[in-house]
């Protein structure tokens, strides 16, 4: 019998979410990542996630779960066509960016819950970063804190006692200090995109962009995939 500690990682194929399967990995856990087809701009972080999953050797685990609606809600620059990505860093004086999913993390971490439950997993991983996306509201603290409440009271395992936490290891880091122990853990970065655009080659002025090239050259490393333009 299977006694090893489980987690379910919440995989986009993108930087940070990779970084959580190094740290689950590295905490000595079996590792169930999980990935959502929502009907993102950038969907070839697809392909990313099963080429990560793969790295990992847990292919067979991998589940992709559809979230069509989210696409047919709108209301995001990742979900709809006719909402431009932005260029460059967003106004810092922006409340909400226009890159923000409506409820997207709020969904994520309830299936995520449920893959777990149902798995005995005892925590699920997610990369949310309150430096670097400090306008979103499903990527604080707080959020996350509700949210383990949430998991507590409306599952079985939770009513059995059983506690599932979320874990959030890059909260508090800057991109660079992510980049930097993901690199220590080996992570496979040269697997990844955090491309808004979802091109072949990364676009290098998304905001996504050129916060992952800041990163890496503050970390005084090269980022591994290619670019159409590099920008810092």
Excluded: W
Excluded at 75 to 94: K, Q, R, Y
């Amino acid at each position: 019998m299977n006694s090893k500690k489980k987690a379910v990682i919440i995989l986009s194929g993108g930087l940070d979410s990779t970084t959580c399967m190094g740290y689950a990995k590295t905490s000595g856990y079996e590792l169930y990542p999980i990935t959502f087809d929502y009907g993102q701009r950038h969907r070839i972080e697809l392909e990313n996630a099963r080429k990560v999953a793969e790295f990992y050797e847990v292919s067979h685990r991998h589940k992709v779960v559809r979230l069509d609606f989210l696409r047919e809600f709108g209301g995001s620059a990742l979900t709809d066509d006719t909402i431009e990505v932005p260029e460059g860093a967003e106004s810092p004086e922006e409340d909400i960016p226009v890159t923000y999913v409506p409820g997207r993390n709020l969904l994520f971490l309830s299936i995520a819950a449920s893959y777990a439950e149902v798995n005995g997993a005892e925590a699920v991983y997610i990369g949310v970063n309150a430096m670097d996306y400090s306008g979103y509201p499903d990527c604080r603290p707080e959020f996350i804190r509700k949210m383990e409440e949430v998991i507590a009271v409306g599952t079985k395992a939770g009513a059995q006692g059983k506690t599932l936490s979320i874990e959030t290891p890059l909260i508090d880091l800057t991109k660079a200090e992510i980049i930097r122990e993901g690199m220590k853990m080996g992570v496979p970065y040269e697997l990844t995109t955090s491309c808004y655009n979802g091109k072949e080659e990364a676009c290098g002025i998304c905001d996504s962009c050129r916060l992952r090239l800041k990163g890496f050259a503050e970390a005084g490393m090269t980022d591994p995939i290619p670019y159409e333009q590099h920008t810092t």
